[in-house]
């Protein structure tokens, strides 16, 4: 069907697929056409887009016509989350979803204080509680857009890891 769909839609700038996500990216004519080919054309193997998962974003979004999708399609302003990573013009966009990973980290250390076994909040923060997300984005996003949060979550893994080896690092 990927294949089927490039060839149709030559004037597509690009997309891209992993699993069951994609990403179509063209002007606004042409990935309304290629939604509603892809759609029906799935429909001929028994399977569906959902919609509602779907986003439509444009860093030019007043100048796109939007009615041509449809109405249960999300239309975001701002920006969009591809793959866990946040794709935007808008700094504050970018800043705000990285916050959100940080205070998800936050919250998670103050669940494992609770364990009160080292070894084992040790292996649980490094491996398990969102430092691997931290880390991914930290590669997606420009370090100068995260900087105050940066060194917030840097303090706030720096006071925890201190409380668990009992000593300043």
Not at 58 to 77: E, K, R, V
Request: overall charge neutral; glycine content about 4%; some cysteine.
């Amino acid at each position: 069907v990927i294949i089927e769909l490039n060839s149709t839609f030559r004037n597509l700038k690009g997309q891209a697929w992993y699993l069951d996500d994609g990403i179509l990216i063209g002007n606004t004519t042409e990935l309304s056409q290629s939604l509603n080919w892809l759609s029906s054309r799935l429909k001929l193997i028994n399977l569906k887009i959902n919609i509602s998962k779907c986003e439509f974003w444009s860093p030019f979004l007043s100048n796109c016509d939007t009615s041509l999708f449809p109405q249960d399609i999300t239309i975001s302003t701002k920006g969009l989350n591809v793959l866990g990573a946040p794709i935007s013009r808008d700094p504050c966009f970018i800043q705000n979803f990285f916050k959100k990973k940080c205070q998800a980290v936050e919250s998670l250390i103050s669940l494992l204080k609770n364990l009160k076994n080292p070894q084992l909040e040790t292996h649980l923060l490094r491996s398990c509680v969102g430092i691997p997300k931290v880390t991914y984005n930290l590669r997606t996003i420009s370090p100068s857009l995260i900087f105050n949060e940066l060194l917030s979550l840097d303090e706030m893994i720096n006071l925890y890891l201190e409380d668990i080896c009992g000593s300043v690092i």
